[in-house]
Every structure is written in structure tokens, then in C-alpha cells.
């Protein structure tokens, strides 16, 4: 069994207080938040691919010093799990990182995506404790391997000061791939994630038995539950719905991926088109040329199934059956889904201040620069974004591995909350002209493989309205020991 020994030491400067977007998005909550340094010691094992019951291993411990106003000093648990796998099973226990998409010619510069391919679970966020039961694919009998199923079971807790604190997260997705021909394939999924649990601060203890199976059936909430609660779904309901299709060329890969969030009943059931993320993947093999890889990303969330709620009156809910009441839903104007966000769950859909999900849905503190990790955060501000993204990634002289951000984003922020200009909210959709708040960032990160160790470079820009004018730099030497 291989055994795997990591350690970076990092420094990190910026020229406008925070540091740039792209210095902290999808870092998974490790850097500082203004200028300072971060070491990170990982230890771990892999799966023995000549065992049946094959098991495995990871520690991971990070340290930020933050030196600004003053100097902070912050110790952290990265990732700490074991894991087994028997065919095509496994089950991870503890703190892991969550999975991402869209690599470029070094992983260990991270994805070329804003989500990471995952719009709820994006590598943005510090890991979370609990367990995932995968069962990785298997193929549907009598399909001739042309058609797989997969899946996933996960429950965990969250660590950090928030407004339900305790809160607890419950994720499952399914998921079938069809493997058309031998170069064209099709993947469809559905992810149903939830926050409920913790301890609130009106209702007190929410974390039982039964009201674990009521968020696992989608029921709404006792008569001792949250008033909220009674009349939808208990906890903070979220989820993803994944359509994808890939291309196998001769050398060459190609994936067009869309990724929509849902938040409520109406846009899981397929109202708030055309809200989504929009992935489109060129990469070759050969991953040691100039330029081996190329995302392009475009981000709408703005619609949000509309700017009008019509909400059910209590009278109008009581007596019906699930089935009539989901057709008593799909009869009225259900808008305003406030993605990440939760009347209850103030803190949202957020972990140590960072959002979990889309880094562009940033968190309440954001424009007027109150915002830090070290306080309870409630929920996102902006989760209404129309953005572009390009991500780039080769190795200069065939040798030396990089990658480039650069993504503009208009941000509007809430509909009830919005940045700038005229308020849409309950007015007809398109007869209000929005007025966004523009940004742009950028980032370009590269390593140097010395003779013992690894160089790590990058330099960072933001340019805006939304996130303070700033230029960043991070400098640092990472050892590895082992594959």
C-alpha cells in the first residue's frame, strides 16, 4: 500500500485588504482572508487495486496565519477519514473533500471551473464530518453495458458558529450514464441535499428520528415544527439537477454539462428555466502541451422560477393530500427561490462563512466588507449572477504546469435584497430593467517541480464594484513524498 506525505508552506499578499477571489475560491475555506500564510501537511494511503476489500487512509491538517489587523492564528482539520471499498461499494467515514470535475494538466492546481463542476458542492467550503455510502457504476442488466447506475448516501454536521448551530446536512444523488457508442455519452443526475437538525433558536432541538425521515421523504413538518416548515418541507431542502454529455475523440475529449440548482418545489420541478450553470470542456490527452485544456463557463441565475409568490394560504393547504397539495403548487406563481438561502437556517447554505456551493453566490458581508469567517454568517447576499468564465490550463515549455481564471460576473443580489436599481420583485418578469453590479477577477497559478520540491506561484487581480480593486501574489514550496 503506498504511502502518500505532502507538506506546503504558502504565503500570500494582497493590495486591497482581502485577499482576490481567485486566491480563496475553491480552496476549500483554507487561505486567510487578508495577507498571511498557510501550511497544509496531508498523509495518507490509496486503495490496493489486487484486494478485494480494499481500505485507505487520509490526514490532513492546515494552519492560516491571517496578519491582518492583527495578527490570528487559525489551526484546522482539513480532511481525516478512513475509507472501504468492496466491488462496487465504498463507504468513507469522517472529513473528506468533496469530488470535483474539469481538471487541466495538474490537479493540484484545481479545477478549471467556478463550481468545480458541482454548482451545491464546490470545494469552496471547509469538509463537514460524516459518512458517504457510493455505489459506483454498475451496469443495468440486460442493457450490454450500455447503460450504468450509480449513486450516493451521505449524512453529516455542521462545525461552525451559525444561526442554528448543530445544523445537520443530509445529501443522496442517483445518477445513469449511457455510454451511446464507444465515443458518445450521456449522464443524467438528481442531488438532494438538506440542512435540518441543530438546535434553534425558537424551536429548540430538531434533530430526531422522525424528522429525519421527513427531510428523506420530502414531508413537510410536524405541528411542533417551524410554522414555515408545516406549510413546505422541513429543514432547508436544496439540490441539483445534472444533465451531461461527453465526446471521446481521437486524442481528445469534449463535455457540455448543465448544472441547475433547485431550492423549492418549484424549481425542482422544472420551473426555473433558464437558471443554471453551463460547462463546456475541450481537453487533450496529452496534457503536457502549451495549452492541454480549455473550460468555458456561463452562469445564469437571475430568474429564480420568477419574481412573484403567491403564497398558499393556510386555509388552502389544510386537508389535501400530498398529491393535491403538489398540484395546488404547480397551479400557482411559486418565484423568488432565493437559492442558498433559508428563513429558518439563516446561516444558509454556508460553512465557516463560505458558501458551500457557487463561489459566485457570495456570502451576507460581502459589498459592504463586513464579512469574515470569524463571525456567524447569515446566508448569501447575491445569488442572482449573470457570468462568463475562462478557464485555461497547459504546461509552459511543455514542462512547467499553469492555469488561468478569469471570469466577469454581474451580480444583482437578492430579489428581495437587490444590489442596485429598480426592485423586480412582484412585478411581471421583464418590465423591470435590473441594474447589475459588475466584477471581474482573474488568476494565474503555475508550478515549477525542482529538484526535491515544488514551487508554487500566482498572481491575482480583482477589478470592480462588488469586491474591493486588489492585486494578489502567493509564493510557496510544497515537499511530496510518495505517488
Request: aromatic residues 14%; neutral net charge.
Amino acid at each position: 500500500m503506498d504511502f502518500i506525505l505532502s507538506v506546503l508552506l504558502l504565503g500570500a499578499v494582497s493590495s486591497g485588504g482581502p485577499l482576490p477571489f481567485w486566491m480563496t475560491s475553491g480552496q476549500y475555506g483554507l487561505m486567510p482572508e487578508h495577507s498571511g500564510a498557510l501550511a497544509l501537511v496531508q498523509a495518507g494511503t490509496q486503495y490496493d487495486a489486487s484486494k478485494t476489500l480494499q481500505w485507505k487512509w487520509v490526514a490532513s491538517l492546515a494552519a492560516n496565519l491571517d496578519a491582518v489587523p492583527a495578527a490570528d492564528f487559525n489551526l484546522m482539520v482539513d480532511e481525516l477519514y478512513g475509507s472501504l471499498k468492496w466491488k462496487a461499494l465504498s463507504l468513507d467515514l469522517g472529513m473528506k473533500r468533496t469530488a470535483l470535475d474539469f481538471f487541466g494538466s495538474a490537479r493540484s492546481l484545481g479545477s478549471l471551473s467556478v463550481t468545480g463542476g458541482n454548482v451545491i458542492w464546490s470545494g469552496n467550503a471547509r469538509t463537514m464530518p460524516g459518512y458517504t455510502l457510493t455505489l459506483h457504476p454498475v451496469a443495468v442488466p440486460g442493457t450490454g453495458r450500455h447503460v450504468w447506475f450509480y449513486g450516493s448516501w451521505g449524512d453529516y454536521r455542521t462545525m461552525d458558529d451559525r444561526y442554528v448551530p448543530g445544523a445537520l446536512v443530509h445529501r443522496a444523488d442517483l445518477g445513469l450514464r449511457f455510454d451511446i457508442t464507444r465515443r458518445l455519452g450521456l449522464r443524467l443526475g438528481f442531488e438532494h441535499d438538506a440542512l435540518w437538525g441543530g438546535t434553534s433558536p425558537s424551536y429548540g432541538n430538531l434533530a430526531t428520528a422522525a424528522n429525519y425521515f421527513r427531510v428523506i421523504t420530502f414531508q413537510p413538518a410536524s405541528s411542533e415544527g417551524p410554522v414555515n416548515d408545516q406549510n413546505n418541507v422541513i429543514g432547508d431542502q436544496l439540490g441539483r439537477r445534472l444533465v451531461r454529455l461527453d465526446w471521446q475523440g481521437d486524442g481528445w475529449r469534449l463535455a457540455l454539462q448543465r448544472d441547475v440548482p433547485f431550492d423549492d418545489v418549484s424549481s425542482m420541478c422544472f420551473r426555473n428555466f433558464p437558471d443554471g450553470v453551463n460547462t463546456l470542456w475541450f481537453g487533450f490527452d496529452d496534457k503536457d502541451r502549451w495549452v492541454s485544456d480549455i473550460v468555458y463557463e456561463f452562469q445564469y441565475t437571475r430568474y429564480q422560477s420568477g419574481p412573484i409568490n403567491e403564497s398558499t394560504r393556510e386555509s388552502e393547504s389544510q386537508g389535501r393530500s400530498p398529491f393535491e397539495q403538489f398540484r395546488y403548487w404547480l397551479s400557482i406563481r411559486d418565484g423568488g427561490d432565493n437559492y442558498f438561502n433559508n428563513w429558518e437556517y439563516r446561516s444558509g447554505w454556508t460553512h465557516f462563512g463560505h458558501t458551500v456551493g457557487n463561489p459566485l453566490f457570495f456570502p451576507e458581508g460581502t459589498r459592504d466588507g463586513s464579512w469574515t469567517a470569524k463571525r456567524v454568517v447569515l446566508g448569501v447576499e447575491n445569488n442572482r449572477v449573470r457570468a462568463h468564465h475562462l478557464g485555461v490550463s497547459g504546461k509552459l515549455f511543455r514542462k512547467y504546469p499553469y492555469k488561468l481564471m478569469l471570469t466577469y460576473s454581474e451580480n444583482y443580489g437578492l430579489f428581495k435584497a437587490r444590489y442596485a436599481g429598480k426592485n423586480p420583485w412582484n412585478k411581471e418578469w421583464g418590465t423591470v430593467k435590473e441594474t447589475p453590479v459588475p466584477q471581474v477577477s482573474g488568476g494565474f497559478m503555475g508550478e515549477i517541480p525542482l529538484r526535491h520540491v515544488t514551487l508554487t506561484y500566482g498572481l491575482y487581480a480583482d477589478k470592480g464594484v462588488l469586491l474591493p480593486d486588489a492585486l494578489g501574489a502567493s509564493l510557496g514550496l510544497r515537499y511530496q513524498f510518495g505517488r
